[in-house]
């Protein structure tokens, strides 16, 4: 069984917790594409080499580092996200991992439309800025990073526009992508629909 699910949308928007959810569920292999974006971000202000350098580089250990979802990380990764040489350096891999045999999850922001274009399922979630930013800053305080809702809200907005106006790979909803809008459900709500969607998809690739 080859089966590939695609989540895009903007920053804090939920998709996480729905692969999470999703890979509980269906026992499917995950990639959380941003995790490679944020390892780049922090290699490169770490040892202070170029972006490029720092993705060519990339180790298993830059992706276990504690500081990858810190606010600053978040703001450098939406910026060397724009450099198409650190794209490609990391394209390879997340094409590589999605055609792993049996189920995979990969979530993003150009996986419905770049590095899986042909998967079985595309969802791209969104919420409005002020869901999105709320639960972004009550994330933030459980894990006891000082900041505030303004903050919080301001880094958003401006990496949504950052991720939607760029040149290479844009954040953008495929054409085929199921939109989920998640501001008005809760968790259970926004997953239950995706794993509809999901198991009718599955009975049809294996009736
Ligand atoms: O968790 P959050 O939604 O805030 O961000 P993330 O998914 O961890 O991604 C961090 C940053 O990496 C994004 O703001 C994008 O600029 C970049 N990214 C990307 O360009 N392409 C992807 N497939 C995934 C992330």
């Known amino acids: ?45 770490d040892e202070g080499v170029k972006p490029e350098i720092a993705a060519s580089n990339l180790t298993q250990n830059d992706l276990m580092k504690s500081n990858l979802r810190d606010p600053v990380i978040s ?3 939406s910026k060397i996200a724009t450099i198409p ?15 792993k045999s049996g189920g995979v999850i990969l979530d993003g ?3 419905g439309t770049v590095i899986c274009p042909d998967a079985d399922i595309k969802f791209f979630i969104c919420a409005t800025v002020q869901v999105r930013a709320r639960r972004r800053y009550i994330e933030l305080l459980g894990r006891g990073v000082k900041t505030n809702l303004a903050k919080v809200s301001e880094d958003i907005i401006r990496r949504d526009e950052i991720d939607s106006k760029r040149d290479h790979s844009p954040l953008i909803k495929a054409t085929d992508a199921i939109l989920i809008d998640t501001s008005l459900l809760s968790i259970e709500q926004a997953f239950k629909m995706v794993e509809e969607c999901v198991k009718k998809e599955l009975k049809k690739s294996d009736p």
């Open 85 to 99: 040489e650190v794209r490609s350096c990391l394209q390879s891999f997340q094409i590589e991992f999605s055609k």
């Open 109 to 111: 922001r150009d996986i």
């Open 1 to 45: 069984m080859k089966f590939v699910i695609a989540i895009d949308g903007p920053a804090a928007a939920g998709k996480g917790t729905i692969a999470a959810n999703l890979v509980k569920k269906f026992k499917f292999a995950y990639l959380d594409t941003g995790l490679l974006y944020r390892a780049v971000a922090s290699k490169s202000l």
């Open 75 to 77: 703001k450098e990764s």
